[in-house]
């Protein structure tokens, strides 16, 4: 029988979400966003959690990958469309001493992006974000603790 886990990702509006992550001992949280409008994530992002009972968490990471999606339209005539996307993975660093504080509840999120701050303070699922995500985190298993069906492709001897 083998265990499976996922990456949870819980969402912070249609263009933010957010997963735990570990390794080598240490937590992370991952921030994905999506560029759009007024809001474009810097190099240095930070992301701020207001908490229900008044403290403030602040992440501060690093823009780790970006996936830029491109689409292109020809309507002939020599004229022609396009757009792209940018997607941002984001990895901060979180202590356990944060971890236990997102119990409290979270009210507000705000990211640095330009030329807009990217605010949050209604969301799917805010009552349970805090806990949830301490969830996440408290799921999740070291380096060497294999939980995916990943090597029921090879036989093992």
């Known amino acids: 029988m083998s265990l499976t886990y996922a990456a949870e990702f819980r969402y912070i509006g249609s263009k933010a979400k957010v997963c735990a992550y570990t390794f080598d001992g240490k937590y992370y949280l991952i921030l994905s966003f999506v560029d759009f409008d007024d809001y474009k994530l810097t190099n240095s992002p930070i992301v701020k959690f207001l908490l229900n009972d008044g403290t403030i968490i602040k992440l501060k990471g690093y823009d780790e990958a970006v996936k830029i999606t491109s689409t292109a339209f020809n309507w002939g005539g020599g004229i022609s469309t396009g757009s792209s996307k940018e997607n941002h993975y984001v990895l901060l660093p979180i202590s356990k001493e944060q971890i ?58």
């Open 100 to 157: 236990d504080k997102l119990v409290e509840g979270v009210d507000r999120i705000a990211i640095n992006t330009i030329p807009k701050v990217y605010k949050k303070s209604n969301w799917s699922n805010k009552k349970k974000f805090g806990a949830l995500l301490y969830v996440d985190f408290m799921e999740l298993s070291d380096d060497f603790n294999i939980q995916s069906n990943v090597l029921e492709d090879y036989e093992l001897e």
